[in-house]
């Protein structure tokens, strides 16, 4: 294959390359994927899994696990022990992905303050020029 016809194959996968770029940062940028993805950096039982995330229900802890798995994030291992023992770790491409959001986190943790008083104004300012709108429509 020639140089022209990757690049050519490559332009024409683009949408398709879109549509599961944002698959996978639905999935990752879940309420609780972020948090559990940092959470299985080592080999974690379910139960010390859901003890170290405050305030996730079962469910939604086992949601996301699968969600994980399924992508290929997570590796669940099962013990044929007596009760069954299941651990949960990241994968190597789950492990890749947490790399490559330990800049974004620290990012976002240093700038969340001016995010956080942008939305403010905004909303101020929005609410002001809403009424501003309401009054001259009146008006007329």
């Given at each position: 294959?020639?140089?022209?016809?990757?690049?050519?194959?490559?332009q024409?996968?683009?949408?398709?390359?879109?549509?599961?770029?944002?698959?996978?940062?639905?999935?990752?940028?879940?309420?609780?994927?972020?948090?559990?993805?940092?959470?299985?950096?080592?080999?974690?039982?379910?139960?010390?899994?859901?003890?170290?995330?405050?305030?996730?229900?079962?469910?939604?802890?086992?949601?996301?696990?699968?969600?994980?798995?399924?992508?290929?994030?997570?590796?669940?291992?099962?013990?044929?022990?007596?009760?069954?023992?299941?651990?949960?770790?990241?994968?190597?491409?789950?492990?890749?992905?947490?790399?490559s959001?330990?800049?974004?986190?620290?990012?976002?943790?240093?700038?969340?303050?001016?995010?956080?008083?942008?939305?403010?104004?905004?909303?101020?300012?929005?609410?002001?020029?809403?009424?501003?709108?309401?009054?001259?429509?009146?008006?007329?």
């Amino acid at each position: 294959m020639t140089t022209q016809e990757v690049v050519s194959v490559q332009q024409a996968d683009i949408p398709a390359a879109a549509a599961s770029m944002a698959s996978v940062l639905s999935q990752v940028g879940g309420k609780w994927s972020l948090r559990v993805l940092d959470a299985v950096r080592s080999p974690i039982r379910f139960t010390q899994l859901e003890r170290s995330l405050d305030g996730v229900s079962r469910r939604m802890l086992t949601l996301t696990l699968r969600g994980l798995e399924r992508d290929g994030l997570v590796v669940r291992t099962v013990y044929p022990t007596v009760p069954p023992k299941v651990e949960y770790c990241l994968s190597e491409i789950g492990r890749d992905l947490h790399e490559s959001l330990v800049p974004l986190t620290d990012w976002a943790i240093r700038h969340w303050e001016a995010m956080a008083s942008a939305r403010s104004a905004y909303e101020s300012r929005a609410t002001h020029e809403d009424r501003s709108a309401y009054e001259s429509r009146d008006a007329a």
